[in-house]
């Protein structure tokens, strides 16, 4: 059962324009929600993050936008530049169990 | 700080043979993560230990792996009887506090190919 998903799968956008990452999940205790980026041969870095309690967090050309009602998020890349092609991640952290489930992520590629 | 130290970065293995996967988390962190990587599954949670206790194994497979985490400084990871459907990148990751619920650096995994 996949708890946290993510669409696209891949997505392709062209340098400056805004990418939009979406990502859901089903069980209404997840509280916290960080997003990971990986790039190839690497392990995946948090990027940024969001608490139910929060309906948007920005950190420069990122920006995540929370529904809890509808139990979704978005990531929001403005300005996009070839270095923010990688593989995206959202996850989401319940108290009950002390541990972040991973969605399968997106893969982003930015075109020069 | 040289953040989450993985080795070996490759390891391959014939069908049958153990493996053993290391991990050295940064320095004074509390808590160690072990997760598996394949392009089918994402990132599935496997173990984490707080203050080198085991917390939570509910993600091993319970008949071939196993974790370990002797001292603060390493933590391991052991496959016997390898088979291809283990091949994976097994990553490890740590965290400050000791919770998953902040920061979780991760290592740049150990890619396992089982022949």
């Known amino acids: 059962q996949q708890q946290v998903r993510q669409s696209p799968q891949s997505l392709t956008v062209w340098e400056g324009e805004t990418a939009i990452l979406n990502c859901s999940y089903e069980d209404s205790t997840f509280n916290y929600f960080p997003w990971y980026q990986q790039f190839p041969g690497e392990g995946p870095a948090l990027l940024i993050s969001i608490s139910s309690v929060s309906d948007k967090k920005e950190d420069g050309r990122f920006t995540i936008f929370f529904n809890k009602r509808e139990k979704k998020l978005s990531l929001h890349i403005t300005d996009s530049q070839p270095g923010d092609s990688a593989t995206y991640f959202c996850?989401?952290?319940?108290?009950?169990?002390?541990?972040?489930?991973f969605g399968k992520g997106t893969q982003l590629i930015i075109q020069p | 700080n040289a953040g989450v130290i993985q080795t070996p970065r490759h390891k391959v293995t014939g069908k049958g043979q153990e493996a053993t996967l290391w991990c050295e988390p940064i320095?004074?962190?509390?808590?160690v993560f072990w997760y598996r990587q394949t392009i089918v599954q994402g990132l599935e949670f496997l173990t984490y230990?707080?203050?080198?206790?085991?917390?939570?194994d509910s993600g091993m497979p319970k008949e071939r792996f196993s974790a370990q985490m002797p001292n603060q400084s390493h933590s391991t990871l052991k496959i016997q009887s390898t088979q291809p459907q283990d091949s994976a990148v097994y990553l490890c990751?740590?965290?400050?506090?000791?919770?998953?619920?902040?920061?979780?650096?991760f290592g740049s995994g150990t890619r396992l190919t089982v022949l």
């Open positions: 996850a989401a952290h319940t108290g009950g169990a002390d541990r972040l489930t």
């Open positions: 320095s004074g962190h509390s808590a």
């Open positions: 990751a740590s965290s400050l506090l000791g919770t998953s619920a902040e920061t979780l650096y």
């Open positions: 230990f707080r203050n080198q206790a085991p917390i939570d």
